[in-house]
């Protein structure tokens, strides 16, 4: 899936991977897709969540190896 | 202001001594409904962290300044951060070490009673799920039934007022809670209990649980009797231990039956409950006290923090011990079930040696409340 940012939170404790990508998402236009790359096990409802909330939309996760991957979207 | 770390034991005693505490917890609402600290006394405002990265300053007036203040989240990363927001904003507060990861795991030891040959009786009470065990020691020689995973714990306590653990028991095959059973009897050369009809599948060695079984713990008097008493798995085995305390498992709880559901046989065994609980258990002593291996709710506890009642009280108060129409039992125990456990069909799969799941993967699959029970 393609993205306009990559964002690596792999090693990351909660709530420093949603912290960051907060801060990653600013950076970017409506529209665009931020790419998330995480192990902390408990950022794929937190992300889904925190995504709900803020207006964005969670488009794709899949996992592999112990690393979880989110694609967002931003919301206008 | 100050930020401190407040630990499970000390939540515990404000739990058990029905203290005042506002809990903010910041984990997903989803996960608050789902499962949170309980405390008669507790007041409780949820708002997940992720809406707070910005600042606390819109929730500070939900936050009262009469009351000890803890936040709460998973793990305990979250939280710290919460609390420190605060305290910036001149409020003391706690946060949860190890946040409900370990709380869920807390077991919190109270002595049900002294034996008569100078024995004690021990009921490790799991606040966090519910979870109820118990350590039978007499002579230096201990019994534990229905540990918990945290095998450590009872090890620790057997090694402290200087027991041996000699025999391990599991009333049933548990679906809500990884057993430690194994894990102890590996560890200190107990000999570890099932019933043979709840253990099939089981891939590992253990010694047949049978109704009539005796086993004698330290080197008199103490008696465990083993009472077949199925509904809630096929196997389900109560125990009377020194003519004084029935430990039923999860057939019979203070204020709730066993549901006979968890390993997909609901509409065969409950005429197993019944004739258990209706037939059975009224031909026992009803001054024997009750010990049961979950609680539901947090009123269940007594003074003492330990969860007990006797027989002929929960004969004459207990609901599930009171439908005198066949049919209407079975619709109470067969059509209004809570929601399963999580993860209930690994649980019992770890549980029978048949899938070995890391700690980690183990905490994940037990997180939650316990649902054993139908009311």
């Known amino acids: ?76 | 202001m100050s930020v401190k770390a407040m630990n499970s034991k000390e939540v515990a005693r404000k739990v058990i001594e029905k203290k005042e505490l506002f809990i903010l917890d910041v984990r997903n609402e989803g996960d608050f409904a789902d499962w949170k600290i309980e405390g008669e006394n507790f007041d409780y405002f949820n708002i997940p962290y992720f809406e707070l990265l910005d600042g606390v300053e819109e929730i500070m007036d939900k936050i009262p300044a009469d009351k000890e203040v803890i936040v709460v989240c998973a793990k305990e990363g979250s939280s710290i951060m919460v609390a420190e927001m605060i305290s910036d904003e001149g409020v003391d507060v706690s946060y949860l070490e190890g946040g409900m990861k370990a709380w869920s795991e807390y077991l919190e030891p109270v002595k049900v009673g002294d034996l008569k040959d100078g024995g004690q009786l021990y009921q490790f009470v799991r606040l966090g799920k519910g979870c109820l065990s118990y350590m039978v020691v007499s002579n230096g020689e201990a019994a534990i039934i229905d540990a918990t995973r945290m095998a450590d714990v009872y090890v620790n306590f057997a090694n402290d007022i200087g027991a041996n653990i000699t025999h391990v028991f599991d009333t049933h095959l548990h679906a809500d809670h990884i057993s430690g059973g194994r894990k102890i009897a590996e560890a200190t050369g107990a000999t570890y209990w099932l019933p043979p009809k709840d253990a099939g599948e089981v891939l590992f060695e253990y010694a047949a649980l049978e109704g009539g079984n005796n086993v004698v713990i330290g080197n008199s008097t103490i008696n465990i009797h083993a009472l077949y008493s199925p509904g809630h798995t096929i196997g389900s085995t109560s125990f009377v231990i020194d003519e004084k305390y029935l430990l039923s498992g999860d057939i019979l709880f203070i204020d709730s039956i066993g549901r006979p559901d968890l390993a997909g046989l609901a509409e065969d065994w409950v005429g197993d409950l019944r004739e258990s609980l209706y037939k059975r258990y009224r031909e026992l002593s009803e001054e024997l006290v009750v010990l049961p291996a979950h609680f539901m709710i947090i009123d269940e506890l007594n003074v003492d923090g330990s969860v007990a009642e006797k027989l002929g009280t929960l004969f004459a108060e207990n609901h599930g011990l009171n439908i005198e129409d066949e049919n209407e039992f079975r619709s109470l125990v067969t059509e209004n079930l809570p929601p399963q456990p999580n993860s209930y069909q690994e649980i019992r799969e770890t549980n029978m040696g048949k899938i070995m799941p890391d700690e980690d993967k183990q905490r994940e699959m037990e997180i939650g409340p316990n649902r054993c029970a139908v009311r």
């Open chain 1, 1 to 76: 899936m393609n993205s306009d940012k990559v964002l690596d939170a792999k090693g990351l404790a909660c709530p420093m991977p949603i912290v960051r990508t907060k801060k990653a998402m600013m950076e970017l236009e409506s529209g665009q897709v931020l790419e998330i790359h995480a192990t902390d096990k408990g950022a794929k409802n937190d992300l889904a969540a925190w995504a709900k909330s803020s207006g964005h939309e969670l488009v794709s996760d899949i996992e592999a190896d112990g690393v979880f991957t989110f694609w967002i979207k931003k919301g206008y």
